[in-house]
């Protein structure tokens, strides 16, 4: 029997000709990204011998610029490791900060084919690209770089064929939303996307879907590879790649086929990812305090351009707060050149440098008690982005700009009426 | 045979809820006095050290935190759940912290139960109403690190990282 794409990888990287679900697979990391929270001194420990410095990689992004003495010391860490073993890519406070997975994405680190972990959970964001990437924890991390392997449990494979076109005004988090509700948690399975229908979602939205498949539970989340893909990489990264596609005969644990044409804009409800979703007619009126647009899963260009064009002209309401966050500063200064920021500033938004900031809550728009959030972000748990009497909603960058003009949840429909699909 | 006695968690605890944002900087011992502060904040006052944690669907869902070293640290001696979350099963192995999956787990148990737990016939049973159900079986090699203090020690010895 044939194997999936996260099969196929895992086998290759492996040197085995088969994985299965159920097997322990021991792999080579082509690229090992640490983050600020992996130099944190309750997990770090000095390393001795890195395998090989070319395949490690460093990014500061979950309190970056460092809003304390304590985050400050950990990047000087970071900092000192890098120094000390020659690692090149280190993804400072600076021109090329930003979010590891949106940095990922900007310089095509993520190699189709390839294996790659990273200290954060939202790793199967290089999915997008076609990358086995699995968020890991930090002694995952320490084996990686020191040894150059990763360890994972082989699962079973839930593949989704897209058909059809989103409609306008509906984005790839909608997709997601419609996921999660509808099938709810994925845990240990991988996820495959593909259909005839992938390839009409930007790499931004398909980035989007990838990075929101840590809230799935799922293991890995894999697209097919396509040409804009394929283009993309070569352009930023010069190293040999194989893009893999599935074997005709692959075992799926079930195949689910998604007509894009028929998504809805959605709305999460407060303290659940999975099985939360409403239409926004259900949860329209309702008062908020904050409206956030940043974080891994939306702080692409896409998301900023489509906030920009929902307040062109239009002011936030008055006593709510509008923050918005690009994924990395490359994303900012383009959006800078395209106007998108110029827009959001005039409209009241507040755009801060890239971090993973409000959505981790921990600066840059952290919420009060009993406050009320829509965020375009990963998560909306109990807690998440401050105090845990927040009320925190999630839905899509449209959504968002929307609700943050209104001072209430509301649908953005309006904003796209007249758009040709 | 391991015995403890068992607290209940339902589907999708959080590893927000293990272990909240803003004590991410703090030490692991402070960390370990959080755990389910915005759920069950009274918890952490009665869980003993050997206490069994049942949980349903997706225990440990959401980021890398180490949220199970502070269940480690904070008394936990293992932990059965419908469904480990994967990234959190990750850190239980890595960390040390003893977790299994073992379907019908948070039906088989009352919160105050006693959970007998025995990784040589891989089952649980619950006395009190002397129902024995299979668990899943660790892998060899994932298991010997699970019992034995989780990865550090094994970089350790090899010499790849320093010794705590």
Redesign the interface.
């Known amino acids: 029997m044939g194997m999936t794409i996260t099969e196929k990888i895992l086998a290759r990287a492996g040197g085995t000709a088969k994985v299965s679900p159920g097997d ?1 697979a021991v792999v080579d990391v082509e690229t090992a990204c640490l983050i600020d ?1 992996s130099f ?1 001194p ?2 770090w ?5 890195v395998a090989d410095p070319s395949k490690v990689m460093i990014v500061f992004d979950h309190l970056a610029p460092a809003p ?1 003495v ?2 400050a010391e950990i990047m000087q860490t970071g900092r000192e490791f890098a120094k000390r073993f020659g690692i090149e890519r280190v993804h400072d406070i600076g021109r090329d900060q930003g979010i590891s997975h949106a940095i990922i994405a900007d310089n095509a680190y993520a190699l189709p084919g390839t294996v790659l972990v990273n ?3 939202h790793t199967c964001a290089a999915g997008a690209f076609n990358c086995a990437a ?7 991390m ?2 990686a770089v ?2 150059g392997k990763a ?1 994972f ?1 082989v ?1 079973e494979t839930i593949r989704y064929d897209f058909t059809g076109k989103l409609r306008p005004g509906v984005s790839a988090k909608d997709i997601f939303l419609h996921i999660a509700g509808k099938w709810g ?1 994925h ?2 399975q991988n996820i495959e996307y593909g259909g005839p229908g992938m390839s009409s979602l930007s790499l931004n939205g398909r980035r989007t879907l990838a990075t929101m498949g840590t ?1 799935l ?3 890995f989340v894999i697209f097919e590879p396509d040409d804009a893909l394929i283009d993309y990489v070569r352009e930023r990264n010069p190293k040999p790649f194989t893009p893999t596609i599935a074997d005709p005969d692959a075992v799926y644990k079930e195949r689910r086929t998604l007509d894009l044409d028929t998504i809805e804009p959605l709305v999460a409800l407060p303290d ?1 990812v ?1 099985n939360n979703s409403m239409r926004i007619s259900q949860v329209a009126g309702q008062h908020i305090d904050q409206a956030f647009i940043g974080s891994c899963a939306n702080g692409t260009l896409d998301d900023l351009a489509v906030a920009a064009r929902v307040v062109q002209g239009r002011k936030v309401a008055k006593g709510t707060r509008f923050i918005v966050t690009p994924g990395t500063q490359a994303i900012f200064r383009a959006a800078l050149k395209a106007g998108h920021i110029e827009t959001l500033l005039d409209a009241g938004a507040v755009v801060t440098p890239a971090t993973c900031g409000a959505c ?3 600066h840059m728009g952290v919420l009060g008690p009993n406050e009320v959030c829509i965020t375009a972000s990963t ?1 909306n ?4 982005m401050g105090d ?1 009497s927040a009320r925190i909603f999630m839905a899509s960058p449209a959504t968002v700009a929307a609700s943050a003009l209104a001072g209430a949840i509301t649908s953005a429909a309006e904003f796209f009426q007249g758009d040709v699909g | 045979m391991r015995a403890g006695k068992v607290w209940k968690f339902g589907d ?1 605890i ?1 590893t ?2 293990m272990l ?3 004590y ?2 703090r ?2 011992e402070e ?1 370990a006095t959080a755990v389910f ?3 069950r904040p009274e918890w952490i006052k009665q869980v003993q050290q050997g206490d069994a944690i049942v949980g349903g ?2 225990f440990g ?6 949220a ?1 070293r502070s269940l480690r640290m904070c008394g936990v001696g293992f932990l059965l759940a419908e ?5 959190f ?3 239980a192995v ?2 040390g912290l003893l977790a299994c999956e073992c379907p019908g787990v948070s039906t088989a148990f009352e919160e105050g139960d006693t959970a007998e737990l025995s990784l040589e016939a891989w089952s649980v049973c619950n006395p009190r109403t002397a129902q024995t159900l299979p668990v899943q079986v660790v ?1 060899a ?2 298991l010997e690190m699970m019992l034995q203090g ?3 020690p094994l ?2 010895a090899q ?4 010794s ?1």
């Open positions: 322990v929270l944190l309750e997990g420990r000095e390393v001795l011998k304390t304590a985050a200290a954060d959970s699995r968020g890991v924890g930090g002694p995952d320490l084996y020191t040894t360890w449990r699962g948690a845990v240990n809230e539970s799922a293991e659940a999975v981790v809550g921990g998560r748990f109990k807690g998440r845990p | 999708n959080n927000d809820l909240p944002g803003p991410l900087y030490s692991a960390q502060q915005a759920n669907f997706n869902m959401g980021s890398s935190r180490p199970a469904a480990i979350n994967g990234l099963f990750r850190n890595n960390y892998p090699q994932l989780g990865i550090y970089l350790a010499g790849l990282i320093a705590a």
